[in-house]
Every structure is written in C-alpha cells, then in structure tokens.
C-alpha cells in the first residue's frame, strides 16, 4: 500500500528527512525545528509532531511488510516508556536474529497484557517453537494461557518456553537505544491510542537497525 503525501504543504523528501531524523536520532521537536529551519527549512514543531503522528504508524506498517522471514526462536521482554507522564509497559519481541516481531503498549505488566502481547506477536509471525524470557511471572502465566488455546484450538504444537533472563541480553540491549531516543520527546503526550504510540516506536527500531542509512533511502522511494 502506498502512502499518500497529497496535500501536503511540504516536499515528501522534506517530511521524511524529517521523520527519519527524529526516530533516528536523540531529538526533541523543538530540537528537530532548529535542524530543519538550519536546512533552509521553516517549519513549526507542531507541524512536526503531525507529521510524525500521521506518517510514522504508516512507515511503520511498510516495514513491517517488508521484513523477512522471521526465525522460530524468540526473544521477549518489556521496557518502561513514559506517556502522560506516568511509567508504562512497552513488550517487544525480536526472533533470534534480532529482527523485530512486534510491539505493544501496556498500562499493565500482568497476565492479561502478556497474554494479550503473545497473540498479537503470533498473530502478525506465526507460532514460534520456542520463546526466551526473563523470570517474569506475568510473562510465563501469558505464555502458558497461549499453549492452553493451542492445545484446544489444534492450531499448533506447544512452544517450548525458556527462562532464561542472559539468553535476552540482545533485547534488552536494543532497549537501551528506544530509551535514548524516547528520552528527549519528553514522553508521549496521548494514551488515547495506543496503536499509534506502538506503531510510532516499531518505526524507530527499523530505522535504527537499517546498515548505513539504507532505511532512509527506503523512504526516499516511498510512493506517493
């Protein structure tokens, strides 16, 4: 599916040199504002968040599409990101070869979120064979209720779950740069939808783990 940049005020390679930039790099909008108007570019930071608002969740989505086949053995943890202010649960998956599987926003870190996590990840990836987790109870509880509708549902075999918190140091790696990067946003200003913030944040993990900028010559070629 092409996105669309009809109406837009400014050039598509202005809006996702834009994009690209702050989901690349440790910027606030207003930080981001300053970069642009030094490229002869003006525009406001409100503008800014609207193009990050309504272009990154689809970004996001094309990347998603265009990711390879994922490996069956996963990695699953959660990380903290502040949205209103108030700490939440950010779940991220990635298969063995770090390549991201999917993520979830969570006011909760309890079964009903875990298990709500593992049926989206497998819904968008398949079943895995195994999944690597720390010594979280929620996370366990969550995987065990999936092996539960598995096993009634004939979908497929059981997963094998291992925890084993030094087997995710690859994961939790990869949250040390989300935190750098959310740091300077000064935390999401909505709950409301908590879709977009989880497509906004699977937009930064393609972009950061594009070799030599290849990510940004993808939304370069971006139709629209």
């Known amino acids: 599916m092409s996105i669309s940049f009809k109406w837009a005020q400014y050039p598509k390679s202005v809006i996702l040199f834009a994009v690209f930039f702050y989901l690349r790099y440790p910027v606030s909008y207003r930080d981001l504002e300053e970069i642009m ?9 409100s503008t800014l968040n609207r193009w990050i608002v309504r272009y990154a969740p689809l970004l996001a989505n094309q990347a998603q599409a265009r990711k390879q086949t994922t490996a069956k053995s996963w990695r699953a943890d959660e990380t903290y990101i502040k949205v209103k202010g108030q700490w939440t649960y950010l779940y991220r998956a990635v298969d063995r070869d770090g390549q991201t599987l999917d993520f979830m926003l969570s006011e909760r870190r309890n079964l009903p979120a875990a298990r709500r996590f593992f049926k989206k990840v497998i819904n968008s990836n398949g079943v895995p064979e195994r999944v690597v987790i720390d010594k979280s109870g929620a996370n366990l509880a969550g995987l065990q209720a999936i092996n539960v509708i598995l096993k009634f549902t004939g979908q497929g075999t059981q997963i094998n ?3 084993v918190k030094y087997l995710n140091n690859i994961l939790e790696q990869d949250h040390r740069f989300i935190k750098r990067i959310t740091k300077p946003m000064m935390g999401f200003k909505a709950f409301h939808s908590a879709e977009r913030v989880s497509d906004l944040l699977c937009m930064i993990d393609p972009v950061h783990a594009s070799p030599k900028g290849s990510m940004h010559d993808d939304l370069q070629g971006t139709s629209g």
């Open 37 to 45: 108007a030094e490229r002869g570019v003006e525009v406001d930071h």
């Open 161 to 163: 779950i291992r925890q």
